[in-house]
């Protein structure tokens, strides 16, 4: 069965510094990756996705995710944080064939500080 | 153009009682999925409709059922509820059952006493 590992419940950061949200996979071929965020009180908003092609995914806001087999990793990065960037971020995965059921990490809370 | 609409933003029930949560998808989009968020924790998959057809079911009771209609929205109906059953109840819908890509609507916070 394909999961997904977020390693960090939560993250705290400063106004313009990195960001870096780690996602680890387990699947025995390449999946699908997803990187979602949700803001208080909302649904999921789709930042990013890889889907077998550029191993390098840019998404919205500034963010954008490397797709490493060797490390089985997806980890979410951008340069510099932004008070609005505080929210829950999910990595999920979907299987390369049949339905696209989203199997969701635990999450991981950033919050950003002055 | 309207995104993923669901009803009622809220609902309180008590133990025992019956739930019925509403889905619409985006115009056009043909299949309609379903997840349970628990405070804390991360969406867990519970059905995917493609074509008023169940195309996959997560591992949750019986108690839990839902079905599509000819113009794709979607019911959720969970009977006998138990505490444990509160959470954010969200749909996502997509083109294709198969689409790598969905789109979430804002959720039902279903509350059980």
């Known amino acids: 069965a394909q999961s997904v590992t977020q390693l960090g419940s939560h993250v705290s950061v400063s106004e313009g510094a990195l960001v870096l949200l780690r996602c680890n996979y387990s699947?025995?071929?390449?999946?699908?990756l997803f990187w979602y965020v949700q803001y208080p009180n909302q649904g999921l908003q789709l930042l990013l996705k890889?889907?077998?092609?550029?191993?390098l995914v840019k998404g919205i806001n500034g963010f954008e995710a490397e797709f490493k087999k060797s490390e089985t990793s997806f980890h979410l990065t951008k340069p510099s944080a932004h008070m609005s960037d505080a929210a829950e971020y999910f990595c999920?995965?979907?299987?390369?064939?049949?339905?696209?059921?989203?199997?969701f990490g635990t999450g991981t809370q950033l919050k950003v500080e002055l | 153009d309207a995104g993923v609409t669901q009803s009622p933003t809220h609902l309180i029930k008590t133990r025992g009682q019956q739930v019925t949560l509403r889905c619409s998808p985006i115009?056009?989009?043909?299949?309609v999925s379903w997840y349970q968020q628990v405070l804390g924790q991360g969406p867990q998959f519970i059905f995917q409709?493609?074509?008023?057809?169940?195309?996959g079911r997560g591992n949750f009771p019986d108690r839990f059922s839902a079905r599509q209609f000819p113009n794709y929205s979607s019911e959720l109906n969970v009977n006998a509820l138990l505490l444990g059953d509160s959470a954010l109840y969200l749909c996502?819908?997509?083109?294709?059952?198969?689409?790598?890509?969905?789109?979430f609507g804002p959720g039902t916070r279903l509350t059980v006493l």
């Open positions: 996502a819908s997509s083109l294709y059952w198969t689409s790598n890509e969905q789109f």
């Open positions: 699947s025995s071929v390449p999946p699908y």
């Open positions: 890889y889907t077998s092609a550029a191993t």
């Open positions: 999920a995965v979907t299987p390369t064939g049949g339905g696209n059921k989203l199997t």
């Open positions: 115009s056009g989009h043909k299949s």
């Open positions: 409709y493609y074509e008023k057809e169940e195309r």
